[in-house]
């Protein structure tokens, strides 16, 4: 994100923190190590801005840097860590996330709602079926993905109006779903019956059932999903072997979540 790309900010708002925040999401899967001339580039920054924050975050222990490249260090993982700890729903979400993928041989992921993305905080794998690796962290538009529209859904009626009217619908494979209308449709149903299923929208070949967990004052909190590959067998077979199980989980994380309050 560069940063000065939202107009309207409060008396308090202080942007260099802002700048600060802008030099860190530069780095990303597709770009660990940058020169001090693309971190620059990528966030909007002057060079030598760029170059301050730079060196306040290997002082701080945050960044490395061999003199030319720079690259996030470990200790990057506090600052999210400390989000998922206050969440507690990882924790909470991990065994039975662990049994589910015992008992069906596909990867589970638990993720919110972050924007218009859905950002993954809980993952238990099996073998790799997407092109991307999918880590917790990991982030995807919320609308081609089936635990983005659980979690969408879920919004109230004037934050789904805002988000069709300015979310960006890009294909990103040739089934992916483009058209506001189509996709309140899709919600709307996804509202009465409970759960989302996407087929190869996301990604050729990636099918993906999710379903909304409750927290313990009834909301939607998060979504749970199992992906599989397409040549598992058809769209309804997954459907029917994926399904009861996922919902059970969900039911059996939300249990738990309630017994934390």
Request: hydrophobic share 45%; charged share 25%.
């Amino acid at each position: 994100m560069r940063v000065g790309e939202e107009s309207a900010r409060s008396p308090e708002f202080v942007q260099s923190l802002e700048r600060g925040l802008a030099v860190i999401r530069a780095f990303d899967a597709e770009h660990p190590q940058l020169t001090l001339s693309e971190v620059a580039r990528r966030t909007g920054l002057t060079r030598a801005a760029a170059r301050r924050f730079l060196l306040t975050l290997v002082e701080l222990g945050y960044v490395h840097s061999d003199g030319r490249l720079f690259s996030l260090r470990a200790r990057i993982l506090a600052l999210g860590y400390a989000y998922l700890s206050g969440l507690g729903l990882p924790e909470i979400a991990q065994r039975h996330m662990e049994a589910l993928v015992a008992q069906v041989h596909e990867s589970c992921s638990v993720s919110v709602l972050d924007g218009d993305e859905v950002v993954y905080v809980a993952r238990v794998p099996t073998k790799r079926i997407m092109t991307v690796g999918i880590s917790v962290g990991t982030r995807f538009p919320a609308y081609a993905t089936s635990m983005g529209r659980v979690l969408l859904a879920a919004q109230p009626a004037d934050r789904l109006d805002d988000y069709l009217a300015t979310a960006q619908l890009r294909p990103l494979t040739r089934r992916t779903v483009t058209d506001p209308a189509k996709l309140r449709t899709i919600l709307t149903k996804i509202t009465a019956q409970g759960y989302a299923i996407v087929d190869q929208e996301l990604e050729e070949g990636l099918r993906s059932l999710a379903a909304p967990i409750h927290g313990a004052q009834g909301a939607v909190v998060a979504a749970v999903n199992l992906s599989a590959h397409a040549s598992r067998g058809s769209f309804e077979l997954i459907r029917r072997e994926l399904l009861p199980p996922l919902l059970a989980t969900a039911q059996r994380i939300e249990e738990d979540l309630r017994g934390a309050a």
